[in-house]
């Protein structure tokens, strides 16, 4: 069983259970676990890596629900501290199959405050892969300890994932995330980023090819870089080789999360060693499986889930 440690994230999530119906008029929510790292803990637990979380969370009954549910999917939070700080919230619309129109509180939220320590040290030092993303850089003390772990990670020859995750909510600017992005790469095996989120990481204008931005990212030390395109699938460049996969058609009901599951399949395939092309594959089937439901953590497919998706994924050599 490999050993992941997933820094970052950890979010409350409230989804509408109005469907079809604006955000501005809903009256009923349904609570969850959220936040990109959180979710992508919860996915790769589920598919039987031993994971640990480090992130900071709210010493409140917020955190006390969020603490609860990572325990309950088999993930380990032994590392993840208590702050004096409230947890970031969000209001997610579900009107599919295109609006999913999201509303986040993030002042000063308790996972910027997360800090280095020993312990943190020792189980990143223990582990295979070391998964990440940009939330995590917007302030300082996370800023600084994101980019120790994922030096140490580099450092000790382990697997690095960076998602970008970016949330306008947390930067000053879209220039600011990607300036912040941009000083990772030199310790990233794999960087993901969507349609909006590979633009951060343009040079000079915003015409700026996505193949372009990733041969930037390649040549700064990152190993693969990975262009989610939602429905039209994803593709991925390396030193070796650019390949595009596309998605499984499904029935959509929320959109959001789809990332997550994303990074969960790819990192799944990747750690095995999988061709990039298969790693993309597995990242989609992950993708729609999520897609297919409300809420984020909640929706990450089993092993057994996942198998059945790739048997519908043509070309697959599984």
């Not at 609006?99 to 910027?112: E, I, K, L, N």
């Not at 994101?146 to 995750?165: E, H, I, P, S, Y």
Request: hydrophobic letters at 40%; a negative charge.
């Amino acid at each position: 069983m490999s050993v992941v440690s997933v820094l970052g994230r950890i979010g409350y999530d409230l989804y509408s259970e109005e469907r079809h119906t604006p955000l501005d008029r809903v009256h009923h929510f349904r609570s969850t676990l959220g936040g990109s790292s959180a979710n992508i803990a919860v996915g790769l637990a589920r598919l039987g890596f031993e994971v640990h979380m480090l992130a900071a969370l709210s010493d409140d009954l917020m955190g006390a629900f969020l603490r609860n549910t990572l325990v309950s999917e088999g993930v380990d939070i032994s590392l993840v501290q208590a702050v004096p700080y409230r947890t970031s919230l969000c209001l997610t619309e579900v009107c599919p199959p295109d609006s999913f129109r999201q509303v986040f509180y993030r002042s000063d939220p308790a996972d910027a405050r997360l800090t280095w320590g020993p312990a943190m040290e020792g189980v990143i030092r223990r582990s295979q892969i070391v998964v990440t993303n940009g939330t995590s850089l917007c302030a300082s003390p996370s800023r600084d300890t994101t980019l120790r772990a994922l030096q140490l990670a580099r450092n000790q020859g382990l697997t690095t994932v960076f998602d970008v995750d970016y949330r306008a909510s947390s930067w000053d600017s879209p220039r600011a995330a990607g300036a912040a992005g941009r000083e990772a790469w030199p310790w990233i095996d794999v960087l993901l980023a969507n349609a909006e989120e590979i633009k951060l990481f343009s040079s000079d204008t915003d015409e700026t090819q996505e193949a372009q931005i990733a041969a930037e990212a390649l040549a700064s030390g990152v190993k693969v870089v990975v262009w989610k395109q939602g429905a039209e699938g994803a593709s991925g460049f390396s030193s070796g080789s650019n390949v595009h996969v596309p998605a499984f058609k499904v029935a959509v009901t929320s959109t959001i999360g789809a990332g997550d599951g994303f990074a969960v399949g790819f990192t799944y395939a990747y750690a095995q060693g999988k061709p990039l092309a298969d790693c993309l594959r597995y990242g989609n089937a992950c993708a729609a499986h999520v897609v297919q439901q409300v809420a984020c953590a909640e929706a990450m497919p089993s092993l057994t889930q996942l198998a059945g998706l790739l048997e519908r994924a043509p070309g697959s050599s599984d």
